[in-house]
């Protein structure tokens, strides 16, 4: 589960996975929101011109080169999340690992979950399986916050 603080991204929930080559990301880690599911995932709930704004302060440097580094590209690719309804990191923050993210909907602040694996075994077959599963444990954080929240 990651979280936009300021202009990045910070990761704030981890659950490991049961297989033995995995990704790992450690909660408190920062990263720019252009270079991750995650990010893009929680971007696509932000008009078009605040996502240039962040974007001009925070630049766009390359963490691989499947990295998304322009403005009108990343505009682009939040327009397809805002289509599908997830969001995708295929190998543009290290090379290797695909990441599938959506955002927690009504969230009092804005969250994402994702998860993220070895691109091998995070194809698209297994994202067809993934992201409804993905989008079902979102409504339930939603719904949790919710109650949390009135309580």
């Known amino acids: 589960m990651a979280l936009l603080d300021g202009d990045e991204v910070v990761y704030v929930a981890q659950v490991p996975s049961r297989h033995s080559v995995r990704m790992f990301t450690e909660v408190g880690r ?8 995650v990010g893009k995932a929680l971007l696509a709930q932000a008009p078009d011109d605040e996502v240039r704004a962040i974007l001009s302060r925070t630049g766009m440097p390359a963490a691989t080169e499947k990295t998304i580094t322009t403005p009108e590209d990343f505009v682009d690719a939040l327009a397809r999340v805002r289509d599908s309804g997830y969001a995708v990191d295929d190998n543009e923050q290290e090379i290797g690992v695909r990441c599938l993210a959506v955002p927690v909907p009504d ?5 994402a979950i994702s998860i993220s ?3 091998g075994r995070v194809t698209e077959e297994a994202t067809e399986r993934i992201v409804p599963l993905l989008k079902e444990i979102a409504a339930e954080l939603s719904a949790a916050l919710a109650t949390t929240a009135s309580a």
């Open 117 to 119: 694996g070895p691109a």
């Open 107 to 111: 969230s009092p602040t804005a969250a």
């Open 30 to 37: 920062r990263v720019l929101p252009h270079t991750t599911g």
